[in-house]
């Protein structure tokens, strides 16, 4: 499946963006933090007509996916040499400029407590210091409870690449710190922007009660 959404290599260099913009987080989040201190897919619930998305349960985190977007489990993302702090991603299977928008959760161990609202500035502030950053808005979504800012920025992590457009909303579920970013061209249509953020508003780290092997 993968092959088929990735053509051409894609596939390998939209996961390498986005373990790269996790890697400089993870480079300067231990510093940031300090000082602000001072998926196999399982399960279907249920579709909602108003966003026209699907619910499932990816083993680890929860999301409604609408019709276009697929689920890239750890197996697949094991074959693209994707780091294991990638849990999971998801990617639309309609191009935009030859790109096909991808949205990867990554997890970080962390050594402390720390709140999701600091765990969320801590990465806001780690990801300006990446080449070709510039911040473009922020929205806000809800995670199992929590109103979180969704970071909407430009950035040229990888040299040699343009410049792109990234949505990232972090959050912490126990001793783990979770950052979802999607990846697009810096154009990108409303129709895709929602369905983007129906995605990373959707996200739950909370498993179902029950749930319906596919």
């Excluded at 897919?41 to 108003?50: E, L, Q, T, V």
């Excluded at 977007?69 to 294991?84: F, I, T």
């Excluded at 996200?203 to 009660?209: L, N």
Aim: hydrophobic fraction near 40%.
């Amino acid at each position: 499946m993968v092959d088929a959404l990735f053509p051409a290599g894609r596939s390998f260099f939209v996961l390498q963006v986005l373990s790269s913009i996790m890697t400089s987080v993870r480079r300067f989040s231990p510093l940031v933090l300090l000082l602000s201190l001072s998926l196999a897919a399982c399960g279907s619930g249920s579709s909602s007509s108003a966003t026209q998305c699907q619910t499932y349960w990816f083993d680890q985190v929860g999301a409604c996916l609408p019709t276009a977007w697929k689920l890239l489990d750890r197996s697949e993302l094991n074959q693209r040499g994707v780091p294991e702090d990638v849990i999971i991603a998801f990617q639309s299977d309609t191009s935009v400029s030859g790109q096909f928008p991808t949205i990867s959760v990554t997890r970080e161990p962390l050594s402390t407590v720390v709140t999701p609202a600091d765990y969320s500035d801590a990465t806001m502030r780690s990801v300006a210091v990446l080449p070709g950053y510039k911040l473009i808005d922020q929205k806000k979504v809800t995670i199992d409870g929590v109103s979180l800012p969704v970071h909407v920025f430009f950035a040229q992590p990888v040299s040699g690449e343009p410049q792109r457009r990234f949505l990232q909303v972090s959050t912490v579920v126990g001793q783990n710190g979770y950052a979802i970013t999607a990846l697009t061209p810096l154009t990108v249509s409303s129709a895709l922007e929602s369905d983007i953020l129906t995605i990373l508003g959707s996200i739950t780290f909370i498993a179902p009660e029950t749930t319906t092997t596919k």
